[in-house]
């Protein structure tokens, strides 16, 4: 089992630009989540997704949209960057227990 | 007052000592308390989880909890150099599905 996956592992853009941040998950859980994490800020979530077809605004949502194509699949979308957005993105996943299991991360940098 | 608040470090302890990291959260309601160690660069790893009052032992980490208290906590005994890492500590705040994170506790391990 792959575990978390998540594409891209780096990307720099310019302000004003779009992307999507993909995120998939092997592990037949339900829920999912996207954080970002910014020296001396911890952990923050942007938007979690409890069950296929739901989704919802974590603590830190302005400026990202999210798809949750299927059970599979949560995607981040940036609609037009800015230097403030420059961060670490994770994607988690979990089941009912709350244990949430992490990908490896997309470092972006917005210029 | 932070929701979830760590003693931010550094902390560091001698190769074989106890390290000890404490945890501190606002919400009486939580239920859910977890332990994540992430290396410089790497996405945070599953340790430890707890949910009811008392002790949890898992090889070299005990995780303890005190509801009456608030506090939760990750002994880590025999330290060795490769438990160099930024421990996080996660509570479920408000709803069952969100966790928020600790900024983390910067651990050394001396040789």
């Known amino acids: 089992n792959a575990g978390v996956t998540q594409t891209p592992k780096f990307q720099v853009l310019k302000t004003g630009q779009s992307m999507t941040l993909q995120c998939a998950q092997d592990?037949?859980?339900?829920?999912m989540y996207w954080y970002r994490q910014d020296p001396g800020m911890g952990l923050r979530l942007i938007y979690y997704?409890?069950?296929?077809?739901?989704?919802d605004k974590g603590e830190v949502p302005n400026g990202y949209n999210v798809s949750r194509l299927n059970k599979r699949e949560f995607s981040l979308r940036l609609e037009s960057a800015a230097p403030s957005q420059t961060s670490v993105y994770f994607c988690?996943?979990?089941?009912?227990?709350?244990?949430?299991?992490f990908g490896p991360g997309t470092r972006l940098t917005v210029l | 007052q932070k929701e979830v608040e760590q003693n931010s470090g550094p902390l560091s302890v001698p190769e074989g000592a106890i390290a000890s990291l404490n945890c501190t959260y606002s919400?009486?309601?939580?239920?859910?308390f977890f332990w994540y160690r992430q290396y410089s660069g790497k996405s945070p790893e599953l340790i430890m989880s707890?949910?009811?009052?008392g002790d949890k032992e898992d090889g070299r980490f005990t995780a303890q909890l005190n509801k009456a208290s608030q506090y939760v906590s990750l002994l880590i005994r025999d330290s060795q150099p490769s438990d160099s890492a930024t421990y996080l500590c996660?509570?479920?705040?408000?709803?069952?599905?969100?966790?928020?994170f600790g900024s983390g506790t910067q651990l050394t391990v001396l040789p």
């Open positions: 988690a996943s979990s089941a009912w227990d709350n244990e949430q299991f």
């Open positions: 592990m037949n859980h339900n829920s």
């Open positions: 997704s409890a069950s296929e077809g739901t989704t």
């Open positions: 919400d009486r309601g939580s239920q859910s």
């Open positions: 707890i949910y009811s009052n």
């Open positions: 996660a509570v479920n705040i408000g709803s069952a599905r969100q966790l928020t």
